[in-house]
């Protein structure tokens, strides 16, 4: 775990300033709880796991997160986090050069890849996360209101996965759209990793959503 342990004092504290960062901390704390393994890790613990450096994230989420992915072009790391014990690994991935001010409601894509921990239910994390996502989208506690949603087979890892989309507006007015899929993380893995893209509906890089997951059929 040396990757997730050498992380300066200042990182943390940006770390800490940032809403989507915390709101991945609370994404990560739900997961936790849902794995009934929440009540002895807190927040201010969670920053402990984080790794920073874009090269490195980028990395990890090509070589274990997802092995054989690749992050789009004009994207790369923002931030990755282990959770205790290994049993899960998180990573979010943003257009080049907006690592530290990232607003997800004005950015055309924002990539998120989440294991699912053993044991878990896929449905369940995959609906705790979207709530949460909605949730941080909407700002102000309110939620993203959805108003249309669509499903869609895919193909990644050699097998068929349903691909849902969404598109809502946040309590400012902005329109999202965000997808989300799962998909194994090798071939004939029985491990799974929960992506999820978001980002402004009228400049969504849907190109970069397509190069992703192609690099995954």
């Known amino acids: 775990m040396g990757d997730y342990t050498d ?21 990560g704390c739900l997961l936790l709880l849902l794995m009934g393994a929440g009540a002895g890790v807190m927040y201010w ?17 090509e070589a274990e997160i997802l092995p ?9 790391g923002m931030f990755a986090m282990r959770f205790p014990g290994g ?3 998180f990573a979010l991935i943003a ?8 607003n997800q409601n004005t ?8 294991t699912i921990p053993p044991g878990s239910s896929a449905d369940e994390v995959k609906g705790q ?15 993203m209101k959805v108003e249309a949603e669509e499903q ?43 992506l999820m893209f978001m980002g402004k509906e009228d400049i969504f890089d849907q190109a970069a959503v397509d190069a992703f997951l192609e690099s995954l059929r």
Do not use: W
Not at 7 to 27: N, P, V
Not at 95 to 101: A, D, K, L, R, S
């Open 68 to 76: 054989g992915a690749k992050v789009p072009d004009g994207y790369s």
């Open 7 to 27: 992380f300066d004092e200042q990182q943390a504290d940006r770390a800490g300033s940032s809403g989507f960062l915390k709101f991945c901390l609370i994404c």
């Open 45 to 61: 613990q969670l920053k402990d796991m984080f790794v920073m450096d874009p090269v490195r994230v980028t990395a990890k989420v």
């Open 107 to 114: 950015l055309p894509l924002m990539i998120m890849a989440c």
């Open 152 to 194: 869609r087979t895919i193909t990644a890892r050699g097998v068929e996965v349903t691909l849902q989309e969404h598109v809502g507006v946040a309590d400012n007015g902005v329109k999202m759209k965000q997808l989300l899929v799962i998909v194994p993380q090798k071939p004939g893995s029985s491990q799974q990793v929960l």
């Open 87 to 89: 049993l899960m690994e």
């Open 95 to 102: 257009p080049e050069g907006m690592q530290q001010q990232a």
């Open 129 to 143: 996360m979207q709530q949460a996502m909605q949730q941080q989208t909407g700002r102000a506690g309110g939620n």
